[in-house]
Nanobody, 127 residues
Framework: QVQLVESGGGLVQAGESLRLSCLAS????????TGWFRHAPGKEREFVAH????????NYAHSVKGRFAISRENARNTVYLQMNGLKPEDTAVYYC????????????????????WGQGTQVTVSS
């Protein structure tokens, strides 16, 4: 079992930055691919970013590419999402999720590819 706890959300103005953290606990959690997803009111949950187990591969949704950066510190069992240039449309609950298997270009965007999920952290961006 892996437990995930997100933190770092909050209320910011457009153009500002936030860094989200996803702390994992459980056996070999540092070897897992990890993704960030978000769920905005009235919309379906959507993929934001993915990082493979050693940080060598990252992928982003088109809407955040160039503004968000995903990274990890396996020694701290933590994955980060640095969010710069935030926009009101980034307002959502942000979730991290992990998969105890290697993800590929065919599935890293799919919720079903991830096994463990955190409870989410709210990000609100005012205009």
């Amino acid at each position: 079992q892996v437990q995930l706890v997100e933190s770092g959300g909050g209320l910011v103005q457009a153009g500002e930055s936030l860094r989200l953290s996803c702390l994992a606990s459980g056996a070999t959690s540092s070897k897992y691919d990890t993704g960030w997803f978000r769920h905005a009111p009235g919309k379906e949950r959507e993929f934001v970013a993915h990082i493979n187990w050693n940080g060598g591969i990252t992928n982003y949704a088109h809407s955040v590419k160039g503004r968000f950066a995903i990274s990890r510190e396996n020694a701290r069992n933590t994955v980060y999402l640095q969010m710069n240039g935030l926009k009101p449309e980034d307002t959502a609950v942000y979730y991290c999720a992990t998969a105890p298997w290697a993800l590929t270009t065919l599935n890293y965007e799919l919720e079903s590819a991830y096994l463990y999920w955190g409870q989410g952290t709210q990000v609100t961006v005012s205009s």
